[in-house]
T-cell receptor
């Protein structure tokens, strides 16, 4: 079975630009979460979507937004990019959203902001 | 106080030895605990999860949970050079959807 897929793999943008990252969950999984990982740190939670509804949001500015589509794929948008947004952006999928549910990560999108 | 704390390491163990990785958490209401392995330049890979107090074994890996002490550990038996990676401890928040990660412990297994 295919795992979580993300696109693009790498992305280079300049300050002030906007970026859209895409994620397709494992087949049958209905929940998608987004995390940001900067070098030397653990991933930080950005959003979770379940059945196309936002279930939670981490401590990120409104420049970050996301949505989930009827096929459970998801997009993360970041507007007005800052140098500090340079990071590995990870998408994780899970079957449902209860506390016993494991989250499986995709390969990530590495974003560099110049 | 950070919500999830891990010793950043590096932890160096010889091949064939037992590697012991530790994690403490601050939210007493946390319900689920996960260990991820992350190779340099790659994404985290789930290797163990535990919900109940005690030990859980899967192959060479054993996860241990002590909710009273707010402590989770991962033991890797018969460590191999291929186990060299950063190990991330993750705790599912009381809300039930967001994983809270530690900074990770770097493990180096020397031949």
């Amino acid at each position: 079975d295919a795992g979580v897929t993300q696109s693009p793999t790498h992305l280079i943008k300049t300050r002030g630009q906007q970026v859209t990252l895409r994620c397709s969950p494992i087949s049958g999984h209905k929940s998608v979460s987004w995390y940001q990982q900067v070098l030397g740190q653990g991933p930080q939670f950005i959003f979770q979507y379940y059945e196309k509804e936002e279930r939670g949001r981490g401590n990120f500015p409104d420049r970050f937004s996301a949505r989930q589509f009827p096929n459970y794929s998801s997009e993360l948008n970041v507007n007005a990019l800052l140098l500090g947004d340079s990071a590995l952006y990870l998408c994780a999928s899970s079957l449902v959203d209860n506390y016993r549910d494991e989250q499986f990560f995709g390969p990530g999108t590495r974003l560099t902001v110049l | 106080q950070k919500e999830v704390e891990q010793n950043s390491g590096p932890l160096s163990v010889p091949e064939g030895a037992i590697a012991s990785l530790n994690c403490t958490y601050s939210d007493r209401g946390s319900q689920s605990f996960f260990w991820y392995r992350q190779y340099s330049g790659k994404s985290p890979e789930l290797i163990m999860f535990i919900y109940s107090n005690g030990d859980k074994e899967d192959g060479r890996f054993t996860a241990q949970l002590n909710k009273a002490s707010q402590y989770v550990s991962l033991l890797i038996r018969d460590s191999q050079p291929s186990d060299s990676a950063t190990y991330l401890c993750a705790v599912l928040r009381r809300s039930g959807y967001a994983l809270n990660f530690g900074k990770g412990t770097s493990l180096l297994v020397t031949p």
